[in-house]
T-cell receptor, first 110, second 113 residues
């Protein structure tokens, strides 16, 4: 069964540094998403992406965040200047109806 | 926007008992209600879903019911097993190609052997 993959599985960074989280969605899916989950809390929507542009974003997705589909397979989330409160698990998901989540990247900002 | 409330936050049952998790939603336009199971440190996995044109759906030991008038939906797990222990999230989503579910806060289900 095809799966969404994410790299790295764990990213540790210093406050103020830029990070790029990478995702490879399922190949025939058209919708892509990023979610985050702060430890012990619910899954929160960040952004959706369709037809090479952002289709929706939440209030969490401020100017520090950006997404890109640099080629036909990768989907990235960039955080320009990380803050302590950005520490969370970040899940990528793709959908062609049913939504499939990747395994997540645990981001730790020190 | 949509607001999804989920109860209880923690549910502890004995193996073999039934477990029920309840959610309410606020947006009457929501028409898709998935349930996800998240084991510790793992990704959310879709376990069952229901659309607004259906009142109940069952898949082996799990079932989901939907009451559109009252705007609530529930997950029922019968004959619980220790491997059912996980956090369960309900979600509600509006119609449209890019469905974006709003998640509940999650219920930590503990099944004691």
């Amino acid at each position: 069964e095809p799966e969404v993959t994410q790299t790295p599985s764990h990213q540790v960074t210093q406050m103020g540094q830029e990070v790029i989280l990478r995702c490879v969605p399922i190949s025939n899916h058209l919708y892509f998403y990023w979610y985050r989950q702060i430890l012990g809390q619910k899954v929160e929507f960040l952004v959706s992406f369709y037809n090479n542009e952002i289709s929706e974003k939440s209030e969490i997705f401020d100017d520090q965040f950006s997404v890109e589909r640099p080629d036909g397979s990768n989907f990235t989330l960039k955080i320009r200047s990380t803050k302590l409160e950005d520490s969370a698990m970040y899940f990528c998901a793709s959908s062609a109806g049913e939504k499939f989540f990747g395994p997540g990247t645990r981001l730790t900002v020190l | 926007g949509e607001n999804v409330e989920q109860h209880p936050s923690t549910l502890s049952v004995q193996e073999g008992d039934s477990a029920v998790i309840k959610c309410t939603y606020s947006d009457s336009a929501s028409n898709y209600f998935p349930w996800y199971k998240q084991e510790l440190g793992k990704r959310p996995q879709l376990i069952i879903d229901i659309r607004s044109n259906v009142g109940e759906k069952k898949d082996q030991r799990i079932a989901v019911t939907l009451n559109k008038t009252a705007k609530h939906f529930s997950l029922h797990i019968t004959e619980t097993q220790p491997e059912d222990s996980a956090v369960y999230f309900c979600a509600a989503s509006r119609p449209g190609g890019s469905y974006i579910p709003t998640f509940g806060r999650g219920t930590s289900l503990i099944v004691h052997p």
